[in-house]
Nanobody, 121 residues
């Protein structure tokens, strides 16, 4: 099994910054990509940012220029640096890891439990 755990959420004022971290562990042969998603109550979960094994990145239009995703492949960890935060960034942020299991050599998709980010004065 593969476990994914997020950390770094909290309360921040508009215009402030937060850095989220996400670590994947367990029976991992290879991670192909990791990403951050968010969900606001009453809305569908949406992609925020994603990064592949060759460090290609993809961002939602609403966060381009403000958020930066990065990855430490050796630690199976991904980060989300969030700057110039807005109240509309308030959501539960989830981390996702996609890869190959070293037990079955089949693909896996694992999600973390989520971390709350609240942007408010």
């Amino acid at each position: 099994q593969v476990q994914v755990v997020e950390s770094g959420g909290g309360l921040v004022q508009p215009g402030g910054s937060l850095r989220l971290s996400c670590a994947a562990s367990g029976s991992i042969f290879r991670i192909n990509g990791m990403g951050w998603y968010r969900r606001v109550p009453g809305k569908q979960r949406e992609l925020v940012a994603a990064i592949t094994s060759d460090f290609s990145t993809n961002y939602a239009d609403s966060v381009k220029g403000r958020f930066t995703i990065s990855r430490d492949s050796a630690k199976n960890t991904v980060y989300l640096q969030m700057n110039s935060l807005k109240p509309e960034d308030t959501a539960v942020y989830y981390c996702n890891a996609v890869g190959i299991s070293k037990i079955t050599y089949s693909s896996f998709t694992s999600w973390g439990p989520g971390t709350q980010v609240t942007v408010s004065s």
